[in-house]
Every structure is written in C-alpha cells, then in structure tokens.
C-alpha cells in the first residue's frame, strides 16, 4: 500500500510569504492532501497593529479579524484546487521552529517552508529532528 502524500505548509500571511501555497496547489491536484501553517511573525504583528490603527479598532478586535480572513483565505484558495475530499487546516502560530515540529503529524510526508522564514530556523535541525525533507520555496515578488 502507497503512503498518500501529504504537504504541511508553512505560510507567512505577508506580501510573498505564501510562496509555498503553490506547492500545497500541486500537491493537493495529485490527489494529496495539504495542511497550512500560519507562523505569525514580529512582521504579522505589525501589519495587524497597523490594520487595527487605521480601522480604529482594539488589538484584539484586528487580530480575531485578520486571522479569521486569513484562515479563509487559505482554505479557500486549497478547496478550489482540491481533489476529492482531502482535508486543510489552517493552524495560527507562533515562532516557526518548535512549533511547526510539533505540528508534523502521522501522514505528513514532507514540509514546504517559505525561504524568507530560515533566517529563524535550520532546515538540517528540522530535518533531522522529524525525518522528513524540507523544500524551501523561493520568496515571490510583491
């Protein structure tokens, strides 16, 4: 019996941190499954307390808001492409390298990690603590 391929994707909600959705895109068309990871950075942080300025509301208000849209967002963009019935989640954290260790499941076959994100976190140390390969999406334009 063949192990389905499941990608856990890693996803920083900023201008070009999703690059690693259209590896969730292919893997999902071939009939896989795809998990997404929303890491919120310093640089999320910002961008909510920006929204939550201009908008006039609390932080509390701006983040619920923006983390709603994003979970969203990325379930929907996975469900346009999905094949059958395979299952998104959409997960909100906190620094990338713990945290993403302790969301590789039984049935993850490998992890798509925005470049941007490895200034925070070794790829080898990832590896080599779960056993699956890494693919490091290179960073989009804006």
């Known amino acids: 019996m063949s192990t389905r391929e499941h990608l856990l994707t890693v996803v920083e909600p900023t201008t070009g941190g999703d690059a690693t959705l259209s590896l969730a895109d292919d893997t999902v068309a071939r009939g896989g499954a795809a998990s997404v990871v929303m890491v919120i950075t310093d640089r999320v942080q910002r961008d909510i307390r920006d929204f939550a300025e201009s908008e006039g509301l609390s932080w509390n208000e701006a983040e619920t808001l923006a ?48 470049e941007r994100l490895l200034s925070k976190f070794s790829v080898h140390e990832f590896t080599n603590s779960t056993g699956l390969p890494v693919i490091v999406a290179p960073s989009r334009a804006a």
Do not use: K
């Open 67 to 114: 983390l709603e849209q994003l979970r969203s967002h990325y379930a929907d963009h996975l469900g346009a492409v999905r094949a059958g019935d395979t299952p998104v989640t959409v997960t909100s954290l906190g620094e990338l390298g713990a945290n993403v260790r302790g969301r590789v499941g039984e049935g993850i076959t490998a992890v798509a990690v925005p």
